[in-house]
C-alpha cells in the first residue's frame, strides 16, 4: 500500500476481554514496529520486527502483550485481559529495516489505533 | 540510557512568523540520529527533519531548518513563515545506530494563529 494501515482505528473494549491491533506496513518494508503513545506523552517503543522475528521485544510492558508477523509482513498485536491503564493510542511503523540509521532506517508511521478500555 | 527532552509543552504564534521549538537530550554515543516529528490531530506521526550527528552542518527541509548544538546537545526546530497547516503537536526524538527504537520527547503542541 502507498502507507502504513493500522486497523481498526478505534476500539472501545471492557475491562478482562481480549483485543488484536493489526498493522500492514508499506510494502517492501522489512522492519516494523509498534509504539505506545499514552494521553499527554509521546509515542514509547514496545516491540520490533524484522522479517518474521521479533528482533527487540524489550518494549513490552508485561505477558499480557504479545505481538506476531508470521509471513513477515502484516503484524498483529494482541493484548489479554486488557486493563485501564492500557488505554492509549497503539502506532506502527515500517521501514526498509536497513539497520545504522541511514536513510532507508526512516521510520514511516500510521495513524494508529486508539484503545480505550472502559 | 538516552533522554530526549522538550520543555514548551505549548507554543502559539501567528501565521507568517518565525518560531522554535526547543528540545535537549542527554547521551553518552558519540553518534546518533535527531528527529523531529509532526503528529497533526489525525494521529499520523509524519517525519519533519533529520540530523546526523556526525554531520557538523544544520540540516535544512524548506521552511524547516534545525539548530544542532552536539556539545550542548541541543536540538532546537525553527518554523519559517508558519502555516495554519504546522499546527501540530512537535515531537523531538532520538535514535541510535543498530539500536533502531527510537526515544521520543514529550512534545510541544503549536498553535499557528489566523
Known amino acids: 500500500g502507498a502507507g502504513v494501515s493500522q486497523t481498526p482505528s478505534n476500539k472501545v473494549t471492557e475491562k478482562g476481554k481480549y483485543v488484536e491491533l493489526r498493522c500492514d506496513p508499506i510494502s517492501g518494508h522489512t522492519a516494523l514496529y509498534w509504539y505506545r503513545q499514552s494521553l499527554g506523552q509521546g509515542p514509547e517503543f514496545l516491540i520490533y520486527f524484522q522479517g518474521t522475528g521479533a528482533a527487540d521485544d524489550s518494549g513490552l510492558p508485561n505477558d499480557r502483550f504479545f505481538a506476531v508477523r508470521p509471513e513477515g509482513s502484516v503484524s498483529t498485536l494482541k493484548i489479554q485481559r486488557t486493563e485501564r491503564g492500557d488505554s492509549a493510542v497503539y502506532l506502527c511503523a515500517s521501514s526498509e529495516g536497513t539497520s545504522g540509521g541511514g536513510a532507508k532506517n526512516i521510520q514511516y508511521f500510521g495513524a494508529g489505533t486508539r484503545l480505550s478500555v472502559l | 540510557a538516552q533522554t530526549v527532552t522538550q520543555s514548551q509543552p505549548e507554543m502559539s504564534v501567528q501565521e507568517a512568523e518565525t518560531v522554535t521549538l526547543s528540545c535537549t537530550y542527554d547521551?553518552?554515543?558519540?553518534?546518533?540520529?535527531l528527529f523531529w516529528y509532526k503528529q497533526p490531530p489525525s494521529r499520523q506521526m509524519i517525519l519533519v527533519i533529520r540530523q546526523e550527528a556526525y554531520k557538523q552542518q544544520n540540516a535544512t527541509e524548506n521552511r524547516f531548518s534545525v539548530n544542532f548544538q552536539k556539545a550542548a546537545k541541543s536540538f532546537s526546530l525553527k518554523i519559517s513563515d508558519s502555516q495554519l497547516g504546522d499546527t501540530a503537536m512537535y515531537f523531538c526524538a532520538f535514535m541510535k545506530p543498530g539500536d533502531d527504537k527510537i526515544i521520543f520527547g514529550k512534545g510541544t503542541r503549536l498553535h499557528i494563529l489566523p
Open positions: 547521551t553518552s554515543e558519540s553518534n546518533y540520529y
